[in-house]
């Protein structure tokens, strides 16, 4: 198993349907067989960043939980 330290940018995308990037990256988090590792500052700049939609960022911090 490997653990993966991942940024704001591929986050933002899986829980943001309007992203050009959002199927690649529901497509990776499928696929993938390790652990994802971030940041409370990462988590921070998703809460933010999706602050145009409350749906998003409960279930962004549901998942991270």
């Given at each position: 198993m490997i653990n993966t330290l991942i940024d704001a940018g591929p986050l933002i995308a899986l829980f943001d349907r309007s992203d050009k990037y959002h199927l690649k990256a529901v497509r990776y988090i499928k696929e993938l067989e390790g652990q994802l590792?971030?940041?409370?500052p990462v988590i921070t700049e998703v809460c933010h960043l999706l602050d145009?939609?409350?749906?998003a960022q409960i279930n962004f911090l549901t998942w991270v939980e």
């Open positions: 590792l971030t940041t409370w145009f939609n409350t749906t």
